[in-house]
């Protein structure tokens, strides 16, 4: 059974870029969320969906955005990128009834110049 | 605001060695504790705790929660160099609107 996938493994990008970040759950998995891991900062909820409906948002500036597609895959926008957004985002998914993370991706690691 | 502390930040042992990870939460509407282990990238879970002094044990791993004094202790016992990783504590809350409350790791390192 295939994990959770996350694309691309690496992005650069340059101060004012957009960036997309994509993640396939597991198959059977309806529930998806995302978390930013800066250095020293630990994992920091961004966003939750449910079957494909944002249920809830961490606490981030309206330009984090995302959403969920129909086959239940994820998508994390990042607008008018800033240095300090360069971490790990971090993509997770959980059967809908277990409302935490159960399964992890490797992670997209954003580097912004 | 929900918080959850782990200490020590970062530990450096020797093989064979017995540590101790500590977890202290302050949450509203817990709903159980969780453990997980990071090497490179994916935290893959180890143990999600409810109910307190239940001890519950996977190898040489074994962890325990006090929801009295809200906090869990991770222990792994005769380390090796394999389990150099941060290990992450999480708290799930019942209120069904905000997923896990992560803290910042321990970041462990088994020397030979």
């Known amino acids: 059974e295939a994990g959770v996938t996350q694309s691309p493994t690496h992005l650069i990008k340059t101060r004012g870029q957009q960036a997309t970040l994509r993640c396939s759950p597991i198959s059977g998995h309806t529930s998806v969320y995302w978390y930013q891991q800066a250095l020293g900062l630990g994992l920091q909820f961004l966003l939750w969906y449910d079957e494909g409906e944002e249920r809830n948002r961490g606490n981030f500036p309206p330009r984090f955005s995302g959403r969920q597609f129909p086959n239940y895959s994820s998508e994390l926008n990042v607008n008018a990128l800033e240095l300090e957004d360069s971490a790990l985002y971090l993509c997770?998914?959980?059967?809908?009834?277990?409302?935490?993370?159960?399964?992890f991706g490797d992670g997209t690691r954003l580097s912004i110049l | 605001e929900d918080k959850v502390v782990q200490s020590p930040l970062s530990l450096v042992v020797h093989e064979g060695d017995t540590v101790t990870l500590n977890c202290s939460y302050e949450v509203t509407n817990f709903r159980s504790l969780l453990w997980y282990k990071q090497e490179k990238k994916a935290p893959t879970f180890l143990f999600m705790l409810t109910s307190s002094g239940i001890e519950k044990k996977s190898g040489r791993l074994s962890s325990i929660l006090d929801k009295k004094e809200l906090f869990s202790i991770l222990n792994i016992t005769a380390t090796q160099t394999g389990d150099s990783a941060v290990y992450l504590c999480?708290?799930?809350?019942?209120?069904?609107?905000?997923?896990?409350?992560f803290g910042k790791g321990t970041r462990l390192s088994v020397i030979a």
């Open positions: 997770a998914s959980s059967l809908v009834e277990v409302i935490w993370p159960q399964h």
């Open positions: 999480a708290v799930a809350l019942n209120s069904g609107n905000t997923p896990l409350v």
